[in-house]
């Protein structure tokens, strides 16, 4: 990519080329202190934050992580701005880009994400739809460089939407095995599924799909799961009862290597996906994952704002 060149963040792949680098830095910068104090390639720019839903994790990650960069962040609550309400997303789009430097957009339908991007003359980070969350993938995979056995793979239990299609998607490109258990009619998107395979057919790496937990977590390094009812969802009543057989518990991880690490995006629902017993135990690393949010779209943020910067310092 040539600095001149705006690019966006809509899903993982997008930033395909660069991932193994990506996921890199963060993990040199994290660990390389003496650097944080001088380092600000976003000096001068703002990058503004748009929410339709709520977020923790990555609203302040967002913002911690652009203030150390030397960046000013803002965050827009979507009740308290025009969009959505009397102005379009193309409109919304075009006006912050006189303003802005980059924005990131947490939105329930992903068109809506790719809309904005398109209108956009600045990058656009997609900051969680119903179809993609690529900086939490960004985040799992520098966790599970930092802690997981690189000899097993990655297992998923629970729903194939959004948290699921990154982690594939990054998993895969960084030469993990990826087996993944959704309930009937859960499974993930055709669409992601087969970038998903094109991905694997380039690196090696395979991707099988049950309907069995058990199956999916034999030997595994990693098991991951997510609550039931994303956000946006809670109308589907019958949703709940899909999962039943799928809650990651005691006797589910008892087929996993024994060194295996438990990982969530957060917010957990404790006595639904997961028990206390697993989320508390010393195979989870649920909040360094969430730490690493921070770490990982500040590499993010400076290999799309100013990648030269991002360039100099991979390149140190
Ligand atoms: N994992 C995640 O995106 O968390 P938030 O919804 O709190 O941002
Ligand atoms: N799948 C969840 C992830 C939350 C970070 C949701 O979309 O609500």
Same mark, same amino acid.
């Given at each position: 990519m040539?600095?001149n060149?705006?690019?966006?963040? &809509?899903?993982?792949?997008d930033?395909?080329?660069?991932l193994?680098?990506i996921i890199n830095w *963060?993990?040199?910068?994290?660990n390389?202190e !003496?650097?944080?104090q001088? /380092?600000?390639?976003l000096?001068g720019?703002a990058?503004?934050s748009?929410?339709e839903?709520? !977020?923790?994790r990555?609203r302040?990650? /967002?913002?911690?992580?652009v203030?150390? &960069?030397?960046?000013? @962040?803002?965050?827009?609550?979507?009740n308290?701005?025009? &969009?959505?309400?009397?102005?379009?997303?193309?409109?919304? *789009?075009?006006?912050l880009?006189? +303003?802005?430097d980059?924005?990131?957009?947490?939105? /329930?339908?992903?068109?809506d994400?790719?809309?904005?991007?398109r209108?956009?003359?600045? @990058?656009v980070?997609?900051?969680?739809?119903?179809?993609h969350?690529?900086?939490q !993938?960004?985040a799992?995979?520098?966790?599970?460089?930092?802690?997981?056995?690189p000899?097993?793979?990655?297992a998923?239990v629970g729903d194939g939407?959004n948290? +699921?299609?990154?982690?594939?998607?990054?998993?895969?490109?960084?030469?993990?095995d990826?087996k993944?258990a959704? @309930?009937?009619?859960?499974?993930?998107?055709s669409?992601v599924l087969?970038?998903c395979e094109d991905?694997a057919?380039k690196?090696?790496?395979k991707?099988?799909?049950?309907n069995?937990?058990?199956? *999916?977590?034999?030997n595994?390094?990693v098991?991951y799961?997510?609550?039931?009812?994303s956000?946006g969802e809670?109308h589907?009543t019958?949703?709940?009862?899909? /999962?039943?057989?799928f809650?990651v518990?005691?006797?589910?991880?008892a087929?996993?290597?024994? #060194?295996?690490v438990f990982?969530?995006c957060?917010p957990a629902h404790?006595?639904?996906?997961v028990? #206390?017993?697993?989320?508390d135990s @010393?195979?989870?690393?649920?909040?360094?994952?969430?730490?690493?949010?921070?770490?990982?779209q500040? !590499?993010i943020l400076?290999?799309?704002c100013?990648?030269? *910067?991002?360039?100099?310092?991979?390149e140190?």
């Amino acid at each position: 990519m040539s600095n001149n060149e705006k690019k966006d963040l &809509l899903a993982i792949d997008d930033l395909i080329d660069d991932l193994d680098d990506i996921i890199n830095w *963060a993990i040199k910068y994290k660990n390389d202190e !003496s650097i944080h104090q001088d /380092f600000k390639p976003l000096d001068g720019m703002a990058i503004g934050s748009i929410y339709e839903k709520p !977020s923790t994790r990555t609203r302040v990650s /967002f913002e911690v992580g652009v203030s150390r &960069l030397g960046g000013q @962040p803002l965050t827009l609550l979507a009740n308290d701005i025009q &969009l959505g309400k009397s102005e379009s997303i193309g409109d919304t *789009a075009a006006v912050l880009s006189r +303003f802005l430097d980059g924005i990131t957009y947490r939105c /329930f339908g992903h068109a809506d994400v790719e809309e904005l991007a398109r209108t956009s003359t600045v @990058p656009v980070i997609n900051a969680l739809s119903d179809l993609h969350h690529p900086c939490q !993938s960004a985040a799992d995979l520098m966790a599970i460089r930092e802690h997981a056995n690189p000899e097993g793979h990655i297992a998923w239990v629970g729903d194939g939407n959004n948290v +699921f299609h990154d982690l594939a998607l990054a998993g895969l490109a960084l030469g993990y095995d990826v087996k993944y258990a959704t @309930p009937v009619g859960m499974e993930p998107d055709s669409n992601v599924l087969s970038r998903c395979e094109d991905i694997a057919s380039k690196t090696g790496a395979k991707i099988i799909g049950t309907n069995d937990p058990i199956e *999916a977590v034999k030997n595994a390094a990693v098991i991951y799961t997510d609550i039931f009812v994303s956000m946006g969802e809670e109308h589907i009543t019958d949703k709940f009862s899909a /999962f039943e057989g799928f809650q990651v518990n005691e006797e589910l991880v008892a087929h996993a290597y024994h #060194d295996y690490v438990f990982m969530h995006c957060l917010p957990a629902h404790r006595g639904e996906e997961v028990t #206390d017993a697993v989320i508390d135990s @010393p195979n989870s690393i649920v909040l360094d994952q969430a730490e690493n949010r921070m770490w990982a779209q500040m !590499s993010i943020l400076t290999y799309l704002c100013n990648n030269d *910067a991002w360039h100099a310092y991979n390149e140190m």
